[in-house]
């Protein structure tokens, strides 16, 4: 599986050099620390436009949906979600037990992921813990509007790998099972991140404060869909989209269908 | 012989058949008072376009018919050019006189359309002001000041605002079928709001049937003293047949007075603490003091945060801060202060394969595992079959409360509480009045600002509880200081006079001498004390005499009024039974009237 994934990395790189045709000694010197940086993928600098459309249900979404013009760093964004496997190998190294360990990794047995879920994005870990696991190697989470664009790069694709939804490109199967995080190499975003769309939530970074409520916002959807109008919106879902998480405790935080992906800024 | 007479105690109909089938008169005999202003034909049919007078109808046969216990007059009538046959029967019953018209066609090929018309009510006094079902009165925008329920429609009344001499007429209806190809039009009649189209009704019959069927049923009775007569009558006859006996409880009679609920949305600040990641409900406890204290919480957790995994909302009762002991710590804080607690059930929550009985065992181990008092239903109108029963094995005295005004009569009978969401005014909901003893707080989740104030107006002129809710699920809707310090001066008001707001009789759209007032009514059993809220939907102040007292002071009984909502104005009895004072506009005043015996 990771040869599988070094060779999606060497795609890339021809990809991007074929984007950049003309690269600058910047843009190489990039590439090189892209090599270095274990699974993760550079973003150049860049501003777009930012909107996001979603249903908003009762209780509102307090954030500003756009348009606005956003900035977003030049960034080395992990290709794929943290995996079971990643975020073992975390627990190992860091030590990391969290405070309260309500449903923490509640899919694991004996303390280790399942060998069928590997690679999987790993779930049940709240946004602390994904905090926990991205400051522990010196990253951060990809913010609301970062996320966006890695998704959808400077073509502000509606979906990672295009304007058409293609169910053959992600894991939308209404059901809550995962698939790996490489399961969809052609759903990959135009900077080559993998696993954008469905499959499972991701944290974002900002945990945002209206005073009362503190929440987060989940990018990408899931595979696991709500049969009722009135359950949380699931499913595959759009670039341009976000689900307003409302924070409780840790055991309401952690979830079956939330993970998280690992961004660092790049140096000037 | 061509004159045909039936009559009861309250009621004589007179027809003539002396050349076609005529109705010549509705006399009321207590008051020696002819109520037909001419004689008419008692319906007419239309048939592709042209019209059939009963009058031009063969009559096949005219008696008076009559066993051991019931006299009826019947006309057996035949449309020969469309081979339509009509019958209309007027009965006799101890209450009133039931007028049926029937009707069967044989058509030569399918059903033509026909129109039935009933043009009695178009000679009914000038003088005599309607009271239509759908809209017994209306607001200064023209639609009902109250809301209204298909299962209990209001009658249909005629009735002079001078003598509140009148007409009453109830139109028994199956609200079951409301829609299908049913032969009875009765609900055409109940659901116009508007006058001139009553009187000019034009009702479209399923005529598919060549046997006789019911067409329309109109029970009529005699009013002395006007629609308050007409509705406590009616209130009667509506809670004959049904059994309160849940009310009557000891175990759910706690809940009856617990007027102020609140809806506790666990992901706000208003009662979790981010910080200590725990529900605070001694805090939340210690804030509703300012609305003069919660009697119930309704703890919730579960929307808008199910769906985005396979949890279903019993599984978040253990991932709650403390889980299902946490649950626990939150009821023994609040039974310490004598607040009681409801967890939610959320019906579209449920599993692929979920069937009742698992349902009802979910609900039953909550209750089992909880000291929870009550279960709160949302979005239902009703509750699983065999729920209440379940839960009461577990643990009596756990109440079930509605999120929506029970629809049929059953659960009226077996749900003792419910959610009313509206907030407009001069409005109230006809169950207040007809079930005062049902617990149904008022509440609007969305309203802000001076619909807020609207709300609680509303509930100040029905005389009910409160459900507050500051936190929509995520969208931060507080009451102001001026709102919290009305709310708790009612609460006070509510339960120092709970004996009166809360007894057998109370009733709305109490009759008014100005046009800019609505009143609601309310009685103690003792028959000492009453309670009118006065309501001035107008821009303008109105002063002088407000409304007749019925009945007027006994000799020897002396009427003391006070205001207890404004502290304001002043009010007097004029000629032994006439309110006046003044009412300013937009207002509303609570006047508690005692009639005390002269020493």
Same mark, same amino acid.
């Given at each position: 599986?990771?040869?599988?994934?070094?060779?999606?990395?060497?795609?890339?790189? =021809?990809?991007?050099?074929?984007?950049? =045709?003309?690269?600058?000694?910047?843009? /190489?010197?990039?590439? /090189?620390?892209?090599?270095?940086?274990?699974?993760?993928?550079?973003?150049?600098?860049?501003?777009?436009?930012?909107? =996001?459309?979603?249903?908003?249900?009762?209780?509102?979404?307090?954030?500003?949906?756009g348009?606005?013009?956003?900035?977003?760093?030049?960034?080395?964004?992990?290709?794929?979600? =943290?995996?079971?496997?990643?975020?073992?190998?975390?627990?190992?190294?860091?030590?990391?037990?969290?405070?309260?360990?309500?449903?923490?990794?509640?899919?694991?047995?004996?303390?280790?992921?399942?060998?069928?879920?590997?690679?999987?994005?790993?779930?049940?870990?709240?946004?602390?813990?994904?905090?926990?696991?991205?400051?522990?190697?010196?990253?951060?989470?990809?913010?609301?509007?970062?996320?966006?664009?890695?998704?959808?790069?400077?073509?502000?694709?509606?979906?990672?790998?295009g304007?058409?939804?293609?169910?053959?490109?992600?894991?939308?199967?209404?059901?809550?099972?995962?698939?790996?995080?490489?399961?969809?190499?052609?759903?990959?975003?135009?900077?080559?991140?993998?696993?954008?769309?469905?499959?499972?939530?991701?944290?974002?970074?900002?945990?945002?404060?209206?005073?009362?409520?503190?929440?987060?916002?989940?990018?990408?959807?899931?595979?696991?869909?709500?049969?009722?109008?009135?359950h949380?919106?699931?499913?595959?879902?759009?670039?341009?989209?976000?689900?307003?998480?409302?924070?409780?405790?840790?055991?309401?935080?952690?979830?079956a269908?939330?993970?998280?992906?690992?961004?660092?800024?790049?140096?000037? | 012989?061509?004159?045909?007479?039936i009559?009861?105690?309250?009621?004589?109909?007179?027809?003539?058949?002396?050349?076609?089938?005529?109705?010549?008169?509705?006399?009321q005999?207590?008051m020696?008072?002819?109520?037909?202003?001419?004689?008419?034909?008692?319906?007419?049919?239309?048939?592709?376009?042209?019209?059939?007078?009963?009058?031009?109808?063969?009559?096949?046969?005219?008696?008076?018919?009559?066993?051991?216990?019931?006299?009826? !007059?019947?006309?057996?009538?035949?449309?020969?050019?469309?081979?339509?046959?009509?019958?209309?029967?007027? &009965?006799?019953?101890?209450?009133?006189?039931?007028? !049926?018209?029937?009707?069967?066609?044989?058509?030569?090929?399918?059903p033509?359309?026909?129109?039935?018309?009933? %043009?009695?009510?178009?000679?009914?006094?000038?003088?005599?002001?309607?009271?239509?079902? +759908?809209?017994?009165?209306?607001?200064?925008?023209?639609?009902?000041?109250?809301?209204?329920?298909?299962?209990?429609?209001?009658?249909?009344?005629c009735?002079?605002?001078?003598?509140a001499h009148?007409?009453?007429?109830?139109?028994?209806?199956?609200?079951?079928?409301?829609g299908?190809?049913?032969?009875?039009r009765?609900?055409?009649? !109940?659901?116009?709001?508007?006058?001139?189209?009553?009187?000019?009704?034009?009702?479209?019959?399923?005529?598919?049937?060549?046997?006789?069927?019911?067409?329309?049923?109109?029970?009529?009775?005699?009013?002395?003293?006007?629609?308050?007569?007409?509705?406590?009558?009616?209130?009667?006859h509506i809670?004959?047949?049904?059994?309160?006996s849940?009310?009557?409880?000891?175990?759910?009679?706690?809940?009856?007075?617990?007027?102020?609920?609140?809806? +506790?949305?666990?992901?706000?600040?208003?009662?979790?603490?981010?910080?200590?990641?725990?529900?605070?409900?001694?805090?939340?406890?210690?804030?509703?003091?300012?609305?003069?204290?919660?009697?119930?919480?309704?703890?919730?957790?579960?929307?808008?945060?199910?769906?985005?995994?396979?949890?279903?909302?019993?599984?978040?009762?253990?991932?709650?801060?403390?889980?299902?002991?946490?649950?626990?710590?939150?009821?023994?804080?609040?039974?310490?202060?004598?607040?009681?607690?409801?967890?939610?059930?959320? %019906?579209?929550?449920?599993?692929?394969?979920?069937?009742?009985?698992?349902?009802?065992?979910?609900?039953?181990?909550?209750?089992?595992?909880?000291?929870?008092?009550?279960?709160?239903?949302?979005?239902?109108?009703?509750?699983?079959r065999?729920?209440?029963?379940?839960?009461?094995?577990?643990?009596?005295?756990?109440?079930?409360?509605?999120?929506?005004?029970?629809?049929?009569?059953g659960?009226?009978?077996?749900?003792?509480? &419910?959610?009313?969401?509206?907030?407009?005014?001069?409005e109230?909901?006809?169950?207040?009045?007809?079930?005062?003893?049902?617990?149904?707080?008022?509440?609007?989740?969305?309203?802000? +600002?001076?619909?807020?104030?609207?709300?609680?107006?509303?509930?100040?002129?029905?005389? *009910?509880?409160?459900?507050?809710?500051?936190?929509?699920?995520?969208?931060?809707?507080p009451?102001?200081?001026?709102?919290?310090?009305?709310?708790?001066?009612?609460?006070?008001?509510?339960?120092?006079?709970?004996?009166?707001?809360?007894?057998?009789?109370?009733?709305?759209?109490?009759?008014?001498?100005?046009?800019?007032?609505?009143?609601?009514?309310?009685?103690?059993?003792?028959?000492?004390?009453?309670?009118?809220?006065?309501?001035?939907?107008?821009?303008?102040?109105?002063?002088?005499?407000?409304?007749?007292?019925?009945?007027?002071?006994?000799?020897?009984?002396?009427?003391?009024?006070?205001?207890?909502?404004?502290?304001?104005?002043?009010?007097?009895?004029?000629?032994?039974?006439i309110?006046?004072? *003044?009412?300013?506009?937009?207002?509303?005043?609570?006047?508690?009237?005692?009639?005390?015996?002269?020493?």
């Open positions: 599986m990771q040869e599988k994934a070094s060779e999606k990395i060497q795609f890339c790189l =021809v990809f991007l050099g074929d984007w950049n =045709v003309e690269k600058t000694e910047r843009e /190489e010197a990039n590439e /090189e620390r892209e090599e270095e940086m274990d699974g993760q993928v550079y973003i150049p600098e860049g501003h777009y436009l930012y909107r =996001v459309e979603h249903r908003i249900m009762e209780g509102d979404c307090e954030y500003d949906h348009p606005r013009m956003v900035r977003v760093p030049a960034l080395f964004a992990d290709r794929y979600p =943290v995996t079971n496997e990643r975020f073992y190998r975390f627990l190992q190294e860091s030590g990391y037990r969290p405070g309260d360990a309500k449903n923490f990794l509640r899919h694991w047995e004996n303390g280790k992921y399942r060998e069928e879920d590997r690679n999987k994005p790993v779930v049940w870990v709240s946004h602390k813990d994904a905090e926990a696991f991205a400051g522990w190697y010196g990253a951060r989470l990809l913010t609301d509007c970062e996320w966006q664009y890695a998704a959808g790069g400077k073509e502000k694709y509606r979906y990672p790998w304007d058409e939804y293609d169910r053959t490109k992600c894991n939308d199967t209404g059901e809550e099972a995962l698939t790996p995080v490489d399961a969809y190499p052609e759903g990959a975003s135009p900077f080559g991140l993998c696993d954008m769309c469905g499959n499972a939530h991701e944290w974002t970074e900002e945990v945002l404060d209206d005073g009362i409520h503190q929440f987060v916002l989940l990018r990408g959807g899931a595979s696991y869909k709500g049969a009722h109008f009135w949380a919106e699931g499913g595959a879902k759009p670039n341009n989209w976000h689900l307003k998480f409302q924070l409780l405790n840790e055991g309401m935080n952690r979830c269908t939330v993970t998280f992906r690992c961004a660092k800024e790049a140096a000037e | 012989m061509n004159i045909f007479e009559e009861n105690t309250q009621l004589r109909f007179r027809f003539d058949t002396a050349s076609g089938l005529c109705c010549t008169g509705i006399f005999k207590e020696k008072e002819e109520w037909l202003t001419k004689a008419c034909v008692p319906f007419i049919l239309e048939v592709c376009g042209k019209a059939y007078p009963a009058d031009v109808f063969e009559i096949r046969k005219a008696e008076l018919l009559q066993d051991e216990r019931d006299r009826a !007059l019947v006309f057996e009538l035949f449309l020969a050019e469309w081979k339509i046959r009509m019958r209309l029967s007027v &009965s006799v019953k101890e209450e009133c006189l039931v007028f !049926l018209l029937q009707a069967g066609a044989e058509w030569q090929e399918s033509r359309e026909v129109y039935l018309q009933i %043009p009695l009510f178009r000679y009914f006094p000038e003088r005599g002001k309607w009271h239509l079902s +759908a809209n017994p009165r209306s607001k200064p925008d023209g639609s009902p000041a109250l809301e209204l329920h298909e299962e209990f429609p209001l009658p249909i009344c009735i002079d605002p001078e003598t009148g007409i009453m007429m109830e139109l028994p209806d199956y609200p079951e079928f409301t299908t190809w049913n032969q009875n009765n609900r055409q009649l !109940l659901q116009m709001t508007d006058s001139g189209e009553f009187l000019n009704h034009n009702l479209l019959l399923r005529l598919q049937n060549k046997e006789l069927a019911d067409v329309a049923e109109i029970h009529f009775s005699s009013l002395t003293e006007g629609y308050k007569e007409a509705f406590f009558r009616y209130k009667a809670r004959k047949n049904m059994d309160f849940m009310y009557e409880k000891e175990d759910l009679k706690w809940y009856r007075k617990a007027v102020y609920h609140h809806l +506790a949305f666990a992901y706000s600040r208003e009662i979790f603490n981010y910080e200590t990641q725990k529900l605070e409900v001694e805090r939340l406890l210690d804030d509703g003091e300012a609305f003069g204290g919660y009697d119930i919480l309704v703890l919730w957790f579960v929307y808008p945060r199910l769906g985005v995994d396979t949890r279903k909302q019993w599984d978040f009762c253990n991932d709650i801060p403390g889980g299902i002991e946490g649950i626990n710590e939150i009821c023994d804080k609040a039974h310490a202060r004598g607040v009681r607690v409801m967890l939610p059930y959320n %019906p579209w929550d449920a599993a692929d394969n979920e069937a009742l009985t698992d349902v009802l065992e979910h609900i039953a181990e909550l209750v089992e595992k909880t000291r929870i008092d009550g279960i709160w239903f949302d979005t239902m109108d009703s509750i699983p065999g729920c209440r029963e379940r839960i009461e094995r577990i643990r009596p005295g756990v109440i079930c409360c509605l999120e929506v005004t029970p629809k049929v009569r659960t009226v009978e077996e749900i003792t509480g &419910s959610w009313n969401q509206r907030f407009r005014m001069p109230g909901h006809v169950l207040r009045y007809l079930f005062p003893e049902h617990a149904a707080p008022m509440t609007s989740r969305w309203r802000v +600002a001076e619909k807020k104030d609207m709300l609680i107006k509303r509930a100040v002129f029905n005389g *009910t509880g409160f459900a507050i809710w500051q936190d929509v699920f995520g969208a931060w809707l009451f102001d200081k001026e709102q919290k310090a009305a709310l708790k001066k009612w609460k006070q008001i509510l339960l120092a006079n709970f004996d009166t707001y809360f007894g057998t009789d109370s009733m709305p759209l109490y009759p008014v001498l100005r046009e800019e007032l609505y009143i609601n009514a309310f009685y103690h059993d003792n028959g000492e004390e009453e309670i009118y809220s006065v309501y001035n939907a107008s821009d303008h102040a109105v002063d002088g005499a407000l409304f007749r007292l019925y009945p007027p002071p006994a000799s020897g009984e002396k009427i003391q009024i006070e205001e207890l909502w404004t502290g304001e104005g002043s009010f007097s009895i004029h000629q032994g039974k309110i006046s004072g *003044t009412i300013e506009p937009e207002r509303i005043y609570i006047l508690k009237m005692t009639r005390r015996k002269k020493v």
